[in-house]
């Protein structure tokens, strides 16, 4: 079996990098995580990373201010040197262009904290709660330049509780998350061509 070598990308602490990270881990899984690339220096999943021995890589989106191509320029740059196969989008907190999202067209997928299409964007428990909904969740989907838009690869719900908050209902949407992403990556991963 030749294991596709992914890259995740975050911005932040990075829980559904370290997920991915310890699902690969399985013998059989189908994917490898190569490199764990962040826009923000510092991010707290770069130290995570860092600690099991996988490679990191910052490009710092504040150096490039106004030009959303060039930050994605250098990130292609180094997604290529690496020959990743997929990118994975864990918390990565930029909008992407068209042009990075066409290179990567059906190998870029991205978790939402929400029941898509309910919710898109952001603040997505919070917004939940204010409509009373009774169940939300998270989805693993295919990126298009259409923010939260793509295929839909996996979802699974959660029931909204009384005395839920943001907080709460995060927690229980965040392991959801945990455990549908490396399944969704092992689908992927398992079934895709390179178009
Ligand atoms: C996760 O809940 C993820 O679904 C969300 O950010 C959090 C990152 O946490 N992503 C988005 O809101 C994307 N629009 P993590 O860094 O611990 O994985």
Avoid at 26 to 32: R, S, V
Avoid at 134 to 142: D, I, L, Q, S
Avoid at 161 to 189: K, N, Q, S
């Amino acid at each position: 079996m030749t294991r596709k070598r992914v890259a995740v990308l975050i911005s932040g602490r990075g829980s559904n990098m370290a997920a991915l990270i310890a699902a690969a881990k399985a013998p059989d899984y189908p994917a490898e995580i190569a490199l764990v690339l962040s826009n923000v220096p510092g991010a707290g999943g770069l130290a995570i990373a860092e600690s099991e021995g996988i490679a990191t890589a910052t490009i710092d989106s504040k150096a490039f201010p106004r030009d959303r191509e060039g930050f994605e320029r250098a990130m292609q740059a180094v997604l290529e040197a690496q020959r990743i196969d997929i990118v994975c989008l864990a918390g990565f907190m930029r909008i992407l262009t068209p042009w990075f999202v066409g290179r990567w067209e059906g190998r870029m997928i991205n978790i939402h904290p929400a029941l898509l299409p309910a919710y898109k964007g952001l603040d997505t428990h919070a917004r939940a709660l204010a409509d009373g909904a009774r169940e939300h969740g998270a989805t693993v989907h295919f990126v298009t330049p259409e923010m939260d838009e793509g295929e839909i690869i996996l979802q699974e719900a959660v029931p909204v509780l009384p005395g839920d908050t943001a907080e709460t209902l995060g927690a229980r949407v965040l392991a959801v998350e945990h455990r549908i992403y490396p399944a969704a990556l092992r689908m992927i991963a398992t079934e895709y061509r390179l178009i």
